[in-house]
């Protein structure tokens, strides 16, 4: 069985930073691909940032040049780093693993979700 397990958001000020961290764990064979997503109330998810097996990375245009996604191979963790901070980026923010398991199973897996509140 494999879990996601993140850790981070909160509070943060117009132009502030925050940090999210996302830690899989179970039975893990090989790692796709790791990823954030976002939804805001009444809206649908969307894609922040993801990064493949193969270091290749894709942002959101509204996150790029503020939001810095990394992962940490060996401990099967992501990272998402967040600055300047608007409004707009509130939302519950979801982690995403696509991974296969050591059955050779595929899953699509997703964490709990953190929340993360941008008000001055």
């Known amino acids: 069985q494999v879990q996601l397990v993140e850790s981070g958001g909160g509070l943060a000020q117009p132009g502030g930073s925050l940090g999210l961290s996302c830690v899989a764990s179970g039975s893990i064979f090989r790692i796709v691909a790791m990823a954030w997503y976002r939804q805001a109330p009444g809206k649908e998810r969307e894609l922040v940032a993801s990064v493949n097996a193969g270091g290749g990375f894709d942002y959101a245009d509204s996150v790029k040049g503020r939001f810095t996604i990394s992962r940490i191979s060996g401990a099967n963790t992501v990272y998402l780093q967040m600055n300047s901070l608007k409004p707009d980026d509130t939302a519950v923010y979801y982690c995403?693993?696509?991974?296969?398991?050591?059955?050779?199973?595929?899953?699509?897996?997703w964490g709990q979700g953190t929340q993360v509140a941008v008000s001055s």
């Open positions: 995403n693993m696509r991974a296969y398991e050591t059955t050779l199973q595929w899953g699509d897996y």
